[in-house]
């Protein structure tokens, strides 16, 4: 029977635990956990480094939390192929586990691994007061903001475009300031701040309107903070979190779909992959790359490598399973471009399925939190295409639970192309997938 309540931590930690003591066999301690509600409504989602950052359609940090403590032992290695920003290698961290997360996005990767190295409270307010001066004193004195950006026309125009000149100014003495501090876990942590002040679903201190959820809109009558302010306000409420075992996390710059990992080295997988067609993340995450020294052109190439990007690979049609083959096909009627994009997303998840089944152990769960999309107005029942996709490439699957999204809460992605309408249509719930990969084939 579903739980009524709102799961809060303790909560999932008592069942896990209850898993854990009443099933031995993996499969049914999957059946246990996926029967119980997986919604997490109302949980505190911001305790230890959660709260840094947002980041699109990330989960909540007890949905990670109540897998990893029921189906791993301590030191065992937890993996998030597709990490984003890192909430389940900070669970893993936090429940002694070893995590490893992998991500294409380089501010995934800045996020990830801020959130997962711990950094000295005193030091960290040291350091703070030390960037405040000397922004003020840069600030004074004049500077080039050719010191911190990647040196080409199309960034130049992009920041020139998006920025006022103060904040320009404002952006640059912050960076500057913060590259002084010689801690590298120092610079990373107040770097992450900097970015979470851009990087926001109203567009931060930048001019763009919304980043959250679709094709940012330059407001020249938008009220802009100060960054400065902001940086000194958000600095005041971040909390390192001290607790984070040091060295327990490893966080890669990588292809979910060529695993740099041991064959059947993995004890569980707890991962949500981009919602197919919907989430541009370079989009928004660019806005805060640039003051990080990429380029624009760095960050589209980036960018074309993302699962559901819109740039179209030919795409070997016979080799998806028939659930995806079918709604490609039906998509295609309408629209051939979307539906080569659909098949280019069936066709990379196949090889992240595959890869995830060469790194984890035999008997070991993988778990997938997937969205589902309506595109032209199919339905596309990611969940299902996805499922029959892993089972072809010789996983079992345990159970598909749905669960319901906290919306209020939930940054939500941009959509490629798209209007608001069809995301919130889309985005009520997402779907848990449970896998395991059997001892023997
Ligand atoms: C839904 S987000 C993950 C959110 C994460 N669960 C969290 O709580 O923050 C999906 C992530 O997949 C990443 N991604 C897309 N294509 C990828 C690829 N080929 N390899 C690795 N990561 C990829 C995106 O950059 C994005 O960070």
Known sequence: ??????????????????????FSDVRARIEF?????????????????HHLHSFAARFPPQLPRYFI????????????????????????????????GIDLDPLAILISKAKTTPVAFEALLEAG????????????????????????????????????????????ALVQAIREESSPSIRRFLLVILSSIIVTKSGGVSLARDLAHSRPHRDMDKSVPSA??????????ARPDNSLPVGSSIIIHG???????????????????????????????????????????????WRSRHI?????????????????????????????????????????????????????????????????STIRGINVQTHLCLTEIATHVGFEMVRIAERRLDR????????QGGNRSTIEQRMHHEYVISLIKPESR
């Open 255 to 301: 292809d979910a779909q060529h695993l740099p990992l041991p064959t059947e080295s993995v004890h569980l997988v707890v991962t949500s992959p981009p919602y197919a067609n919907a989430i541009d993340y370079m989009r928004a995450h660019k806005f805060s790359l640039v003051w990080m020294g990429k380029s624009i052109q760095e960050l589209s190439q």
């Open 1 to 22: 029977m579903r739980r009524q309540l709102p799961l809060l931590v303790e909560e999932a930690t008592d069942i896990s635990t209850e898993a854990r003591s009443r």
């Open 33 to 49: 956990l996926m029967a119980n509600d997986l919604d997490f409504r109302g949980a505190d989602t911001g305790y230890a480094t």
């Open 228 to 237: 400065l302010e902001l940086f000194q306000t958000r600095f005041r409420r």
């Open 408 to 415: 209020d809460r939930r940054m939500m992605p941009a959509r």
């Open 69 to 100: 403590e029921a189906l791993t032992d301590p030191e065992e290695i937890v993996l998030d192929p597709m990490v984003g920003s890192g909430t389940t290698v900070v669970e893993a961290a936090l429940l002694g586990r070893k995590g490893i």
């Open 308 to 372: 559901g990007s819109e740039k179209i690979h030919p795409i070997e049609m016979e080799n998806l399973p028939s659930l995806a083959q079918n709604v490609v096909r039906e998509l295609s009627t309408q629209d051939s471009r979307k539906a080569r994009v659909l098949a280019r997303y069936f066709a990379e998840m196949t090889n992240v399925l595959r890869e995830v089944w060469r790194v984890l152990r035999p008997g070991a769960a993988a778990i997938f939190v997937v969205g589902t």
């Open 129 to 172: 007061k030390r960037v405040l001066t000397c922004t003020h004193r840069l600030l004074k004195d004049g500077l080039n903001i050719g010191d911190v950006l990647s040196p080409d026309p199309a960034t130049e125009d992009f920041v020139q475009y998006w920025f006022l000149p103060r904040t320009q100014q404002e952006l640059t």
